[in-house]
């Protein structure tokens, strides 16, 4: 189930969006975070698992028409597709009606979520 992003999940959102290469360093991910927060277009959601732990993260940035994904991540112990699809339908269902859209790091993922939903 994903929850929106509060001040009270810095550390465990911090840790999640730490697995993205490109956030390891602390000033990076603390820069990233910044950016999710500044604006009410942008946020940042948290998936927990059916034992009620946080084990993933996804970013978007919301428009009228388009949900841009732009990060995801999740803890390795639960890194599956399974998850990640999760997390993608569930946002599906928060913001119907908008193409969700994928960065260069997340499109290969959404277009393999899309075939599998427009597969069913």
Same mark, same amino acid.
């Given at each position: 189930?994903?929850?929106?992003?509060?001040? &009270?999940?810095?550390?465990?959102?911090? !840790?999640?969006?730490?697995?993205?290469?490109? /956030?390891?360093?602390?000033?990076? @991910?603390?820069?990233? @975070?910044?950016?999710?927060?500044?604006?009410?277009?942008?946020?940042?959601?948290?998936?927990?698992? &059916?034992?009620?732990?946080?084990? !993933?993260?996804?970013?978007?940035?919301?428009?009228? &028409?388009?949900?841009?994904? =732009?990060?995801?991540?999740?803890?390795?112990?639960?890194?599956?597709?399974?998850?990640?699809?999760?997390? @993608?339908?569930?946002?599906?269902? @928060?913001?119907?009606? =908008?193409?969700?859209?994928?960065?260069?790091?997340?499109?290969? /993922?959404?277009?393999?979520?899309?075939? =599998?939903?427009? !597969?069913?």
């Amino acid at each position: 189930m994903l929850y929106k992003y509060k001040n &009270d999940y810095e550390k465990i959102t911090m !840790g999640l969006l730490s697995f993205i290469p490109d /956030l390891k360093e602390y000033s990076h @991910l603390k820069t990233e @975070l910044n950016w999710y927060s500044g604006a009410d277009e942008r946020c940042l959601y948290l998936w927990k698992n &059916d034992n009620g732990d946080f084990i !993933g993260v996804i970013g978007v940035e919301i428009s009228d &028409d388009i949900l841009m994904v =732009r990060h995801i991540a999740i803890t390795p112990a639960e890194r599956n597709e399974g998850v990640s699809f999760d997390m @993608l339908s569930g946002l599906c269902e @928060l913001y119907p009606g =908008r193409k969700m859209m994928g960065s260069l790091e997340t499109a290969g /993922l959404i277009t393999k979520w899309e075939h =599998r939903n427009n !597969g069913n």
